[in-house]
């Protein structure tokens, strides 16, 4: 007796891979991944307007005459901006980037790279409220003071190494 076999219209072995757990993991993350990419696209087209609205409204005299060119001071400045910006930390790559191609030192560009990841002057009444004062001062306080110190090793270390 002869067996007939059914035809399917899929082959076996794309029901095999599709039954594969590597496969629906791979397809799973691709599409978190795709669903994070669509997430984050607007604040990338954001930080490209930004960074080309910073170069034309932003000209090289009036952030040559923030930073003074000592490097103590330029730090202090560097630390201070940083402290009062808001954004995301990837932001300050591009911001840090745009001020070393304008002739700020590394010392400022250094210290607001650090402050701005670290210190949120902005955020201090909501974090006053979740942490309390004491917190709040304490941590802002070590941040603020660690972002000078590490921006000074930083660029001291840098300098020894080239």
């Known amino acids: 007796m002869e067996c007939e076999l059914i035809d399917v219209h899929v082959p076996f072995e794309t029901l095999r891979h599709k039954m594969n757990p590597l496969y629906i993991r791979l397809k799973t993350a691709a599409k978190n991944t795709l669903g994070t990419l669509m997430m984050v696209m607007p604040m990338l087209l954001s930080v490209i307007a930004l960074a080309g609205l910073f170069e ?3 000209t090289p005299e009036m952030i040559q005459s923030v930073f003074k060119g000592s490097p103590v001071e330029d730090t202090l400045i560097g630390t ?15 911001i840090g980037g745009e001020l070393l191609d ?14 701005f990841v670290t210190l949120g002057v902005i955020q201090v009444p909501l974090e006053w409220s979740l942490f309390g004062t004491r917190f709040t001062l304490l941590r802002n306080s070590l941040s603020f003071i660690f972002a000078f110190l590490i921006s000074i090793a930083t660029v001291t270390i840098v300098g020894l190494l080239s």
């Open 102 to 115: 304008e002739g700020v030192s590394l010392y400022a560009v250094t210290a607001f790279i650090l402050s």
């Open 80 to 94: 201070g901006i940083g402290a009062i910006s808001v954004g995301q930390p990837f932001l300050s790559y591009v």
């Open 56 to 58: 034309t409204l932003v």
